[in-house]
């Protein structure tokens, strides 16, 4: 059961165009949700993180949609960038626990 | 601060072998964690701790033994090598208290068992 969707599993964009990647989520008890970059032969990274209670958190070149209703959260990475390209996980934690859910993971890669 | 860190970075274990994934972190974290990384799976919760001499399961612990004797360590032993357990093991700290939540990652240990 996976409690953390996320698509797609790979994606492709051209350098200076917008990526999107896509996370949705069952478990309406999920209280945080961050996103994190992995680049090969590392450990990931937070990247960028947004509470359920606002719609939008912009840092930089990346920003997180938040829909509450449809359980339903985005990245955007706009001007992207050769080095953005790296594996990109969303995640959710519960607000009663020490432990967050990953995505699957979408592996990004900027053509220059 | 050296952050969180693993050892070995590979190794290659035969069936039925055991042998300890070391973890350390120099943060003062209360929490840690053991994800196992597969291809296109995501990470996935082996084991985690909410503080010395406190341990819980996550979502796929068989195979796995765990502990947390002190603040710093929190090692993973696999007792019985299997060929699933071919994997990127990644150990992560978090000081757990919110807003603090989030997770700092070791490099990681390739582990393949043929």
């Known amino acids: 059961q996976q409690q953390v969707k996320q698509s797609p599993q790979s994606l492709i964009v051209q350098k200076g165009g917008i990526s999107i990647i896509n996370c949705a989520y069952e478990?309406?008890?999920?209280?945080?949700f961050p996103w994190y970059q992995q680049f090969p032969g590392k450990g990931p990274a937070l990247l960028i993180a947004i509470r359920p209670d606002v719609s939008e958190k912009k840092e930089g070149r990346f920003t997180i949609s938040f829909n509450k209703s449809a359980k339903q959260f985005s990245l955007h990475i706009m001007d992207s960038q050769p080095g953005d390209s790296a594996t990109y996980f969303c995640a959710a934690r519960y607000s009663s626990a020490s432990k967050i859910i990953f995505g699957s993971g979408t592996r990004l890669s900027i053509r220059p | 601060n050296a952050g969180v860190t693993q050892t070995p970075k590979f190794r290659i274990l035969k069936i039925g072998q055991s042998m300890t994934l070391q973890c350390t972190q120099d943060?003062?974290?209360?929490?840690m964690y053991w994800y196992r990384q597969d291809p296109g799976m995501g990470l996935k919760l082996i084991y985690y701790?909410?503080?010395?001499?406190?341990?819980d399961k996550g979502e796929v612990p068989n195979g796995y033994n765990v502990s947390r004797s002190t603040t710093e360590d929190f090692p993973l032993r696999l007792e019985l090598a299997a060929p699933s357990q071919t994997s990127v093991y990644f150990c992560a700290s978090s000081h757990g208290t919110p807003p603090y939540n989030e997770q700092f990652f070791g490099p990681g240990t390739r582990l393949t068992v043929l």
């Open positions: 943060m003062n974290h209360n929490y």
């Open positions: 701790s909410v503080g010395a001499g406190i341990t």
């Open positions: 478990n309406t008890a999920f209280d945080y």
